[in-house]
Structures are given as structure tokens and as C-alpha cells.
């Protein structure tokens, strides 16, 4: 993955694939978000909350690029994204913490498991304009973002080391 956005993009694919979630209605929050109200169905808007990239240097160390055989180096990501899982009324929001479950557990156990830092679910509230309780859940990640070349290659050709002052 090259980008924050591949990550986020893995992210709403690998949760709206998953069968064993096929009764929830995944939207990206934005521009998608939700148009019924009240809903009559478990909705969750996957969404960007904040990144944090940072030069990977020498520790974002890759591997060789298997086409080209040069020494690959990528930069550091913390990703933080905001998933809002909403219940409908007749579900009782008891029913979020359900859910909050098995979507948790579907990131730990899916493709992305390795990058996942953490989950955190808010409390439960009454939201109007949906007329259905909603979970905030933060999902941190962290990963590399190798370039996929161009202007921004973060490969390197060769990498000498020079002591200066040494006989």
C-alpha cells in the first residue's frame, strides 16, 4: 500500500466483504453518509479522522524492489480512522457494543490484522438526524507507505558510508 488512502480504502473493503458482517450497511462517510433517517438497518460510515507520515530511514528499511533490485525505504503512518456504528431505535442501543464486537473482531482476524494498533469504541448516544444510537470508534493503525516511484521515490540507488578524519 502506497497511500493513506489505499489503507482507508483496504479498510471499508475488507469490512463490507466480510461475510459475516453481510446484515450491516457500510458506507465511506464521505461523500456517501447516510440519507435514510430513521434507519431500519446497522449502519457503519468508515471514515479519515488524522495521519501522522514521518521519514521511515534507515529502520523503514523494505527489502529489495523485486523489479528493479534497489534497496526500498518507506515512511513511517500513524493512521487514525473514524468508524460510527449506528443501531436502529428497535435494536436498542444495547446492540452497539454487539457490534462494536464483531466488527473488532473481523479487523483482528482480516488481511490488515498486522497493522492495527488498537480499537477504541465511545459511549453510546441518541443521534437525531440518523433516529438511531451511535458508537464512535477510533481505529488506529500503523504502517509503511512505500512509494511507488516517480518524483517522491523513497528508493535508494546505493548508500555510501564516508568516516571523515580517519586515517
Same mark, same amino acid.
Given at each position: 500500500?502506497?497511500?493513506?488512502?489505499?489503507?482507508?480504502? @483496504?479498510?471499508?473493503?475488507?469490512?463490507?466483504?466480510?461475510?459475516?458482517?453481510?446484515?450491516?450497511?457500510?458506507?465511506? #462517510?464521505?461523500?456517501?453518509?447516510?440519507?435514510?433517517?430513521?434507519?431500519?438497518?446497522?449502519?457503519?460510515?468508515?471514515?479519515?479522522?488524522?495521519?501522522?507520515?514521518?521519514?521511515?530511514?534507515?529502520?523503514?528499511?523494505?527489502?529489495?524492489?523485486?523489479?528493479?533490485?534497489?534497496?526500498?525505504? #518507506?515512511?513511517?503512518?500513524?493512521?487514525?480512522?473514524?468508524?460510527? =456504528?449506528?443501531?436502529?431505535?428497535?435494536?436498542?442501543?444495547?446492540?452497539?457494543?454487539?457490534?462494536?464486537?464483531?466488527?473488532?473482531?473481523?479487523?483482528?482476524?482480516?488481511?490488515?490484522?498486522? #497493522?492495527?494498533?488498537?480499537?477504541?469504541?465511545?459511549?453510546? @448516544?441518541?443521534?437525531?438526524?440518523?433516529?438511531?444510537?451511535?458508537?464512535?470508534?477510533?481505529?488506529?493503525?500503523?504502517?509503511? =507507505?512505500?512509494?511507488?516511484?516517480? @518524483?517522491?521515490?523513497?528508493?535508494?540507488?546505493?548508500?555510501?558510508?564516508? @568516516?571523515?578524519?580517519?586515517?
Amino acid at each position: 500500500m502506497n497511500t493513506v488512502t489505499s489503507i482507508l480504502e @483496504a479498510v471499508y473493503l475488507l469490512l463490507s466483504g466480510e461475510t459475516a458482517l453481510s446484515d450491516i450497511r457500510f458506507l465511506r #462517510a464521505y461523500p456517501d453518509g447516510f440519507k435514510q433517517s430513521p434507519l431500519t438497518r446497522s449502519t457503519v460510515t468508515v471514515g479519515f479522522s488524522a495521519a501522522e507520515l514521518s521519514p521511515g530511514g534507515f529502520t523503514g528499511y523494505c527489502g529489495e524492489d523485486p523489479e528493479t533490485g534497489r534497496e526500498r525505504y #518507506a515512511r513511517r503512518a500513524a493512521i487514525k480512522m473514524k468508524l460510527e =456504528l449506528f443501531i436502529p431505535k428497535e435494536q436498542a442501543g444495547v446492540n452497539c457494543a454487539a457490534l462494536f464486537t464483531r466488527i473488532s473482531d473481523c479487523l483482528f482476524a482480516g488481511e490488515l490484522s498486522g #497493522a492495527i494498533v488498537g480499537i477504541e469504541g465511545g459511549e453510546t @448516544a441518541w443521534n437525531r438526524q440518523a433516529g438511531a444510537y451511535v458508537l464512535p470508534v477510533t481505529l488506529r493503525l500503523s504502517a509503511m =507507505l512505500a512509494s511507488p516511484g516517480g @518524483a517522491d521515490d523513497v528508493l535508494f540507488d546505493e548508500i555510501v558510508v564516508k @568516516a571523515k578524519g580517519v586515517n
